[in-house]
T-cell receptor
Framework: DADVTQTPRNRITKTGKRIMLECSQT?????MYWYRQDPGLGLRLIYY???????NKGEISDGYSVSRQAQAKFSLSLESAIPNQTALYFC??????????????FGPGTRLTVL | LAKTTQPVSMDSYEGQEVNITCSHN???????ITWYQQFPSQGPRFIIQ???TKVTNEVASLFIPADRKSSTLSLPRVSLSDTAVYYC????????????FGTGTSLTVIP
């Protein structure tokens, strides 16, 4: 979805390096999410934010941190990358849907390889 | 937590109707059921959402029985382009709208 962009799209780094993945959206949504996906596995939630001042841990937050710089921007950092953080990372956005569940809109993904 | 169980994989021939069932025994009263589709190296895409009985859109139908402990995604007359992974999600309202995608069902459409 072109409304949700991620940079970089691919990144190779070495163990111990600090890495930041960026996510920007033009959908005007308040809610943003970071997921990782490993081969043969589903998506697992790392962190999510419901507005600029709100940050929440997801299922697998250890080894990651996030920053919500503005409504449109949500960054994911790996302070000291390790090989088992090699994965495909997705950013997503949503807008509160009232009584029903939000529909999430995903970015194209960032493929991260940690050597 | 209201997690889901789906078959790991399914195969179907082109032109067939495909039904993928998801179990969600611990679904809460206010939870909705949502299905996403994911192609390789792309982010998931919303397909359909429902609360009870039947929902239909231009892509699929969703059947939810009265007890809401399961749901079935129905794809009419699949084509090769429907080959993808399909995820069933149940809103975990008690823990603030977290999304558990699980491993999904890998559908392969055969010519």
């Amino acid at each position: 979805d072109a409304d949700v962009t991620q940079t970089p799209r691919n990144r190779i780094t070495k163990t111990g390096k600090r890495i930041m993945l960026e996510c920007s959206q033009t959908k005007g949504h308040d809610r943003m999410y970071w997921y990782r996906q490993d081969p043969g596995l589903g998506l697992r939630l790392i962190y999510y934010s419901f507005d600029v001042k709100d940050i929440n841990k997801g299922e697998i937050s250890d080894g990651y941190s996030v920053s919500r710089q503005a409504q449109a921007k949500f960054s994911l950092s790996l302070e000291s990358a390790i090989p088992n953080q090699t994965a495909l990372y997705f950013c997503a956005t949503s807008e509160p849907a009232g009584a029903s569940t939000d529909t999430q809109y995903f970015g194209p993904g960032t493929r991260l390889t940690v050597l | 937590l209201a997690k889901t169980t789906q078959p790991v994989s399914m195969d179907s021939y082109e032109g067939q109707e495909v039904n993928i069932t998801c179990s969600h025994n611990n679904i809460a009263t206010n939870d909705y059921i949502t299905w996403y589709q994911q192609f390789p190296s792309q982010g998931p895409r919303f397909i359909i959402q429902g609360y009870k009985t039947k929902v239909t859109n231009e892509v699929a139908s969703l059947f939810i029985p009265a007890d809401r402990k399961s749901s079935t995604l129905s794809l009419p007359r699949v084509s090769l382009s429907d080959t993808a992974v399909y995820y069933c999600l149940v809103d975990v309202t008690n823990t603030g709208n977290q999304f558990y995608f699980g491993t999904g069902t890998s559908l392969t459409v055969i010519p």
